[in-house]
């Protein structure tokens, strides 16, 4: 499979052509790094002594395959057809349509969000969020595929994998955003754990400032305490059998920022037995054992990580009831409890039962 790992950032063919160029005139000085390339990169210079290579009279079609088969492809065609195909989806591109889980978002949940593309680095801005990454496309594929790195964002080391489809202005893609499958198929259903995004291009001008990221510093390590997985094995109780079932979102704040209202229709909360899982466009963003002690106030509630980057380890928490209605204050990964919730660091969501 073909991908610009390897290339350099926002491949353009004329920066590679130029590169072909240097090499080879690079070669015919006798420079032994440039040899040294060709022996290993061009098959034809493979047995071939540094003096031979020198002397073989090699032309710039063989320098073009020799960066080509640097850069991870088996030809200069191939390695000029992928980067005209990166090229092609440059611009600044919106939302005309998305479905995530099977589930259609309302078009005004759409109207600001936009995916800005320059080479192979991305920044999608929304409301909610933005998110920026890298991407590489294997367009030989049916349907092409499409892989995204999360670089900055609330999914910054994520990596999802999908397929796309470009037709002059539209791009389709589906993409997976809970698990590691890549679809098949432009389509969703419930449980698939894939969207389905339609995007119309409105500008085909290389957009501005799309760096791909910075990568955030790295996060503390965070250990649990000895034995706590067992600790969660807890019996029912009257506290558990309240939160069990299903239950939609209300709020949900995350260090300060508020998710639109339009969002929060694609959130779900269900817990069966104490074993819980938050679901947010299709993507579960909690998956754990809840263990909660009604003695204290405000009444503690605690999460085993059974999933994703929290995996084994404890977040620390607190809750309130208020009438159906029950919240949660969730400290960051490593931090202590909140005492109250006028403590705003982590997550505030709020719930109500579904009918």
């Not at 080509?68 to 005209?84: D, E, I, K, N």
């Not at 796309?164 to 679809?183: I, K, S, W």
């Not at 389905?196 to 957009?207: D, K, Q």
């Not at 605690?302 to 919240?327: F, S």
């Amino acid at each position: 499979m073909a991908t610009s790992k390897k290339l350099p950032s926002r491949p353009h063919l004329d920066h590679l052509r130029k590169q072909a160029k240097s090499l080879l005139a690079a070669l015919k000085e006798g420079d032994p790094a440039a040899i040294a390339a060709f022996v290993e990169h061009l098959p034809e210079a493979r047995r071939m002594s540094a003096a031979e290579v020198t002397a073989a009279g090699f032309r710039l079609a063989d320098a073009q395959s020799v960066v080509a088969r640097q850069t991870g492809f088996a030809s200069w065609p191939g390695l000029s057809r992928h980067v005209q195909q990166l090229r092609g989806l440059e611009g600044d591109w919106r939302f005309e349509s998305l479905e995530i889980d099977g589930m259609t978002v309302p078009a005004a949940a759409l109207g600001a969000s936009r995916i800005l593309m320059d080479g192979d680095r991305f920044r999608t801005e929304s409301p909610e969020a933005n998110y920026e990454g890298h991407f590489s496309i294997d367009a030989d594929e049916s349907p092409a595929h499409i892989t995204i790195e999360f670089i900055s964002g609330p999914e910054a080391g994520n990596t999802s994998k999908g397929i796309y489809e470009l037709a002059g202005d539209t791009l389709r893609l589906c993409l997976c955003v809970q698990g590691d499958e890549r679809p098949t198929a432009f389509a969703t259903k419930p449980g698939s754990g894939h969207a389905h995004e339609r995007l119309r291009r409105v500008s085909a001008a290389r957009p501005e400032n799309v760096t791909g990221g910075t990568p955030p510093p790295p996060a503390p390590e965070v250990v649990a305490p000895r034995g706590a997985r067992a600790a969660f094995d807890v019996p029912p109780s009257e506290a558990l059998r309240r939160l069990g079932g299903d239950w939609a979102a209300v709020a949900l704040v995350m260090d300060g920022k508020a998710m639109p209202d339009t969002w929060l229709a694609l959130g779900s909360r269900t817990m069966h037995g104490n074993e819980l899982k938050v679901v947010f466009g299709g993507q579960t963003v909690v998956h754990a054992k809840v263990r909660i002690d009604e003695s204290v106030s405000p009444i503690a509630v605690d999460y085993y990580n059974l999933g994703g980057k929290a995996e084994g380890t404890v977040t620390y928490g607190i809750m309130a009831w208020d009438g159906d209605e029950a919240e949660f204050l969730m400290a960051p990964p490593g931090a202590p409890r909140p005492t109250s919730f006028a403590d705003r660091k982590g997550t505030l969501s709020r719930w109500r039962r579904r009918a």
